[in-house]
Each structure stands twice: as structure tokens, then as C-alpha cells.
């Protein structure tokens, strides 16, 4: 397996862990929003409740009370999950997009490497490393001539 196909393989797991996360945050939030739904219901049972009791009258203020902090907390939760939601889904489209590049460069891959095969061109400018190492070859046999040729030089 190369590293190419070994960073797709990763891509994808990293990728499906993140919808996983993106619909567990999506089931929370569904999950908060039914509860305060249903405080909203309770709190519209109880003032119903509490219309012919003066006792329940009296204790309906407070209970209303603590019923909207609940609420309010609930709310804010809900607020910063989707928040966070909207980092994930984000984080998912950058993943996605990294995902089919690496896809691209895997199919694109085949084609390279059948480019590569194809022996040089002979109008071509550029020397093979076997040509380029014969001429550097012929260039310092060249460049060694005897000392006998060169009395008047002294190491």
C-alpha cells in the first residue's frame, strides 16, 4: 500500500468520525429543544393547575422563575452546540475537499507514471544521467594532463 493510498485511507476515517460527531451534536440538539418544549408545556400545566388553588398561586411565581433559568441554560447550551455544529460542518467540507484531491492524485497517478516511461526525445535539450556522467568523465580525463607537460608549476 503507498502513502497515498495509506493518507486517502486516512482522510476517509477522519472524515466519517467527523459526521459521526456532526449527528451526535445534531441528535443533542434535536434532544435539548424537545426539552424545553416540554418545560414549556409544563410550565402552561402548572399555571393551569394553579388558577383555583391560592396555595399553588402563591408557589407559581417562583416555580415560573426557576422554570425560565432552565430554560435560558437550556437555550444557551443549545446555542453554543450549534455553534460548534457549524465549526464541524465546516471542518467536514475541508476534509471532503482534502479527500477528493487526494482521490484526483491517485487516479491522476497511473498517467504520471505511464508519462514517465516513455523514453526522452532525441531533439531534447536535457542529457540523461548516464550522458551527463560520461561527460563529466570525459572532462576530467581532460583535465589531467601529466606534470611533465606543466614543468613550470609547482604544488
Avoid: W
Avoid at 459521526?20 to 410550565?43: K, M, P, S, T, W
Avoid at 394553579?50 to 444557551?76: D, H, Q, T
Avoid at 526525445?121 to 570525459?138: I, L, T, V, W
Wanted: no cysteine.
Amino acid at each position: 500500500m503507498s502513502g497515498l493510498d495509506q493518507m486517502l485511507r486516512l482522510q476517509k476515517f477522519s472524515l466519517d468520525e467527523k459526521r459521526r460527531q456532526a449527528a451526535d451534536l445534531d441528535a443533542l440538539i434535536e434532544r435539548l429543544r424537545g426539552d424545553v418544549r416540554r418545560l414549556d408545556e409544563d410550565v402552561a400545566r402548572e399555571i393551569e393547575t394553579a388558577r383555583g388553588n391560592l396555595e399553588l398561586e402563591r408557589a407559581l411565581p417562583e416555580y415560573r422563575e426557576v422554570m425560565a433559568e432552565r430554560r435560558e441554560r437550556i437555550l444557551k447550551s443549545i446555542a453554543d452546540l450549534s455553534a460548534e455544529l457549524e465549526k464541524l460542518r465546516d471542518q467536514i467540507m475541508e476534509s471532503f475537499s482534502e479527500l477528493k484531491k487526494t482521490e484526483q492524485t491517485i487516479a491522476n497517478r497511473p498517467a504520471a507514471s505511464a508519462q514517465r516511461a516513455t523514453p526522452p526525445r532525441p531533439d531534447s535539450r536535457r542529457r540523461s544521467r548516464a550522458g551527463a556522467a560520461s561527460a563529466q568523465e570525459r572532462h576530467v580525463a581532460l583535465t589531467r594532463r601529466p606534470r611533465a607537460l606543466y614543468p613550470h608549476r609547482s604544488e
